[in-house]
């Protein structure tokens, strides 16, 4: 059983799907109606008028396009972090030639408005990156503050929502670009990233010269909004997953989706405090509603490993510095159900028992 945050177990109905005979995504008129209703599929999970795309590579591509696509040489970009993804943004805003400005918490505190208010009010920025949730550490970034002072100086704002989008709100109407992937709570196998562009970003992308081609945004502009082809052969099999993936969100409804999630997380952290061990981080209404992580300085590699051998269930550890200090279960999209949540929960306690 995959209890990691990312990738997510996968309906077998998702996984069904992808078997189908293809349709050829170039030239038939068919495949370019179903891919409409996927994109109206989309944009419901998103709750968003805006336009969707949806690019073949893994959610890291969705991060780089949007980077791609919008930050030349010389732009400052304000970063705005508290976890490891966060962090990230800087590097790729530095490949484009931008010059990131960091606005730093620790990694367990909330994001500082106050600083981002105080640095746009003095100095212009091109645009701005966070996190909504920072799935290594587990936290909830509350967004609608910082992007409603953005928004009043002009600054673009670039959302990485990969490991909310579909688990909970995400304010995506107040984001210009809001970046989700297929294998987080959609459930779907990795190779999709879906991205909704606001008006605003369109023009600052059109404004800049492209210079690559797969993470060329407003190429899709061009040839999908405008001619109706696609810039590549798309990937296929994957697409009919999304859209199945997207059916089974839509069918359930999006509160109870959302309710659903919201009940695991507290049902994880019942049991987490149960056995007298600490969420990170300590102030757990910062806590994601679609990952827990668990504190387990120096023991969380080991402990990864013996679930999965005694217990065939593959939990994840952090990233970085929290590689053996941090043990995740993610219960988002397919993984968001009571018997898994229990049964990954009854592992931990037994494995920890007998250590
Ligand atoms: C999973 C995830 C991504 C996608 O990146 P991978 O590390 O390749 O899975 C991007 N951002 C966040 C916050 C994620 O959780």
Redesign the pocket.
Known sequence: MLMT??PTEIPESVRKTMAKEIMNPDIDEDFFEFYHGLEKKVKEVYRTDKDILILGG???LG?EAAVASSIEKGDEVLCISNGI?GDGFADFIKMYGGEPVMVKSSYDEPLKVEEVESKVDVEDFKAATM?H???PTGVLNELGEILGVLKDHGVLSIV?A??SLGGTVVPVDKIDICIG?SQ?CFSSPPGLTTISVSEYAWEVMEDKEQNSYYTNLPIWKDMWFGDEYFPYTHLVSNLYALDESMNIILDEGLEKVFDRHERMAELCRERVNEMGLEIYPSDESLSSPTVTAIKMDGKALKIQKKMKEEHDILVATSLGDFEDKILRIGHMGHNAYEEKVVRTMDALGDVLERM
């Open positions: 945050p990312g893994e959610g890291i991060l993804y996190v949730c920072e799935t990485d990969v490991s992937g987080k």
